[in-house]
DNA sequence: GACACGGATGACAGCGCTGTCAATTTGCTG
DNA sequence: CAGCAAATTGACAGCGCTGTCATCCGTGTC
């Protein structure tokens, strides 16, 4: 019926111990017996039971992603990274497992330890926002599970891959300073994700170094959500100054200005600039089509889970990799009017 | 360490088989000592090992959801059955392993023996439009794979959930007759997907009822995507008996086309009513917001699971659950100029 | 009161692998 | 070529559970 482990062993005329050491790359394995073992898996077509491998020694072989379905960034970037993850996994045949993490409710750190007992993932994937949720932190190094993070706020010691977001940041707004625009608003996302944070440093710094004094006026809260986009534009509008220029931290938000900005009477680009972060599907398909950031998604979710599963594998300490962003100029944005 | 089976067992005073049995719901355990053995449980936190509990047994409590990530619906849609599915599968202690199975390509068999192979799934989940691929579907019944899926193409025998497309296709075209339209175009989705052939079946049916012979013109093909939106739509506005409503087998061609009326300078909804399908998060956020309908995707991953493991678990033979969809009437469309 | 019967319970082996440790072989050294 | 360490290989138990089959017990029957 299904080819066992012992019958390979006895094509290969070894013993089972011997193509168990071949099957995990360990050592002590001369070439002649390796090569021999191997081409009696291939030729049987031998798959090892993973429920018996992860009984019997102490590895279960498989990945868990967590993410948070309550805050939830775009799901097209969650469905990108876990794609991105699963392809890694494939690739070093673990197989991987999602976990939808609420944070709010306390009930969370119970589901992560419930996850941790039922299932015994070797490691877990982290995506924003819960990179940096301390307590979830702490219970993951208190049960001794480790783990790679996408986009992480705190950068020490942890593996993973991020993304230049201030620098991105940055970029976008130099990139309306360089059209001449003066008075860019920013609109800020969730206060405590670290995403928020970053982009609102680097429309600062940009500002700061164009010699522009911070006008509190042109940075208002919002919630990463189009309606909340909406409601900062229309305080935005309100102004007695209105921007020229408004920067949001994502491109929901962007939606929700150009929304506003529609109500108001101003056409984009001609009376208002704006622009994004993410680069979503949504930001193509836009009238006019939106200025944003795009950012690797797929490919960093592979980079997070191969650097957590060399750490698996003991090839290594795993790193915590930077991508490159890139600024996607389109037609929401022009020379101040 | 752990507690075991076993553990539990002393503490019952009972042996681990009939632990083993209240464990996994047997009958033959009196009412007396299946409330002892339940409470030894809970008292002592205890977690079966699902790797030793799948290894002994013939199942692996684990269900496999199998969707295209290459003719990729809305991935929103795909995230939010996603999480349907997961809750079910919490809800009965089984887990859950995604897999993308590219349908271009002839590896996709392979590729399915795989994922049979290697992790030994109790069942899978299929979600559109893999739901009817013949190949695939012959594969599951051969390697004896129970199935449920999203939204099938042929209902007879197959288990899962379907929402009335064609019906709901006609509601919405219906809807645009009440607003006094009759030349109402239609943008077709890809043309082998179910889906598509649905809802050009709604339309159909609605024109017809309503008297109106079909004009071969007003009906094109697209592919479910923002582009094939906007070319679909173009050539539309390039007749010269212009249509003066436009249903768009999903919202991403939808929004294509009101793209394509704005370099047409046309105004939606004043000079042409435009409605969707799907009810993505971008039909909020569009300006105008679209007309469309909402299917509860979410629920309808839970449902197509629930019946999956009702069939697994022995609960009877599965059915095949249809909900309600709902039409969202929102500012693109109008009535007739 | 002897017997049959069905429901409740338990003894035991074994699922397919890996960890431990012992046995064997190989390669060197002097 | 003896002698020894290192490299290679294997024997065996056991991971935590379930399937099979045997045993036990209470009840009803004549």
């Not at 999602?98 to 330890?113: A, C, E, S, T």
């Not at 006026?217 to 100054?241: C, D, I």
């Not at 795009?294 to 090839?315: C, D, V, W, Y």
């Given at each position: 019926m299904r080819v066992r482990l012992e019958d390979v062993a006895r094509a290969a005329s070894v013993s089972p111990k011997t193509v168990s050491r071949v099957l995990n790359d360990e050592a002590n394995v001369s070439d002649a017996t390796r090569k021999r073992v191997l081409a009696a898996m291939e030729a049987m077509d031998y798959r090892p039971h993973p429920s018996a491998r992860s009984l019997a020694g102490s590895r279960s072989f498989l990945v868990a992603m967590l993410y948070d379905n309550n805050d939830n960034p775009a799901s097209t970037y969650l469905a990108e990274?876990?794609?991105?993850?699963?392809?890694?996994?494939?690739?070093?045949?673990?197989?991987?497992?999602?976990?939808?993490?609420?944070?709010?409710?306390?009930?969370?750190?119970?589901?992560?330890?419930?996850?941790?007992?039922?299932?015994?993932?070797d490691g877990v994937v982290l995506t924003p926002p819960i990179t940096d949720y301390a307590p979830l932190l702490k219970r993951l190094r208190e049960r001794n599970v480790p783990y790679a993070?996408?986009?992480?706020?705190?950068?020490n010691g942890v593996i993973g891959v991020t993304m230049d977001e201030q620098g991105a940041a940055r970029a976008i707004v130099e990139h309306l300073l360089a059209l001449g625009h003066r008075r860019i608003?920013?609109?800020?996302?969730?206060?405590?994700?670290?995403?928020?944070?970053?982009?609102?440093a680097g429309y600062r710094e940009?500002?700061?170094?164009?010699?522009?004094?911070?006008?509190?006026?042109l940075v208002v809260q919002g919630a990463f959500t189009f309606g909340s986009g909406?409601?900062?534009?229309?305080?935005?509008?309100?102004?007695?100054?209105?921007?020229t220029a408004v920067f949001a931290a994502?491109?929901?938000?962007?939606?929700?200005?150009?929304?506003?900005?529609?109500?108001?009477?101003l056409k984009v680009p001609h009376d208002l600039s704006v622009c994004g972060f993410d680069d979503t599907p949504l930001a193509r398909q836009l009238w006019p089509a939106l200025t944003t950031i795009q950012q690797p998604s797929r490919e960093m979710g592979k980079i997070a889970a191969t650097q957590l599963l060399n750490l698996?594998?003991?090839r290594g300490p795993g790193q915590l990799v930077q991508v490159p962003f890139s600024l996607q100029i389109r037609d929401s944005t022009a020379r101040v009017p």
């Amino acid at each position: 019926m299904r080819v066992r482990l012992e019958d390979v062993a006895r094509a290969a005329s070894v013993s089972p111990k011997t193509v168990s050491r071949v099957l995990n790359d360990e050592a002590n394995v001369s070439d002649a017996t390796r090569k021999r073992v191997l081409a009696a898996m291939e030729a049987m077509d031998y798959r090892p039971h993973p429920s018996a491998r992860s009984l019997a020694g102490s590895r279960s072989f498989l990945v868990a992603m967590l993410y948070d379905n309550n805050d939830n960034p775009a799901s097209t970037y969650l469905a990108e990274i876990q794609d991105g993850v699963l392809e890694a996994c494939d690739e070093h045949r673990y197989s991987m497992m999602v976990r939808p993490l609420r944070m709010r409710g306390d009930d969370f750190i119970r589901r992560l330890d419930t996850l941790i007992s039922d299932h015994h993932p070797d490691g877990v994937v982290l995506t924003p926002p819960i990179t940096d949720y301390a307590p979830l932190l702490k219970r993951l190094r208190e049960r001794n599970v480790p783990y790679a993070s996408v986009s992480p706020m705190q950068r020490n010691g942890v593996i993973g891959v991020t993304m230049d977001e201030q620098g991105a940041a940055r970029a976008i707004v130099e990139h309306l300073l360089a059209l001449g625009h003066r008075r860019i608003a920013h609109v800020i996302g969730i206060a405590d994700h670290g995403a928020s944070r970053w982009r609102l440093a680097g429309y600062r710094e940009a500002m700061a170094a164009a010699g522009l004094p911070e006008d509190p006026a042109l940075v208002v809260q919002g919630a990463f959500t189009f309606g909340s986009g909406v409601a900062a534009a229309r305080e935005l509008f309100a102004l007695e100054q209105r921007p020229t220029a408004v920067f949001a931290a994502n491109d929901d938000m962007a939606t929700g200005v150009m929304w506003a900005a529609g109500e108001y009477g101003l056409k984009v680009p001609h009376d208002l600039s704006v622009c994004g972060f993410d680069d979503t599907p949504l930001a193509r398909q836009l009238w006019p089509a939106l200025t944003t950031i795009q950012q690797p998604s797929r490919e960093m979710g592979k980079i997070a889970a191969t650097q957590l599963l060399n750490l698996l594998r003991g090839r290594g300490p795993g790193q915590l990799v930077q991508v490159p962003f890139s600024l996607q100029i389109r037609d929401s944005t022009a020379r101040v009017p």
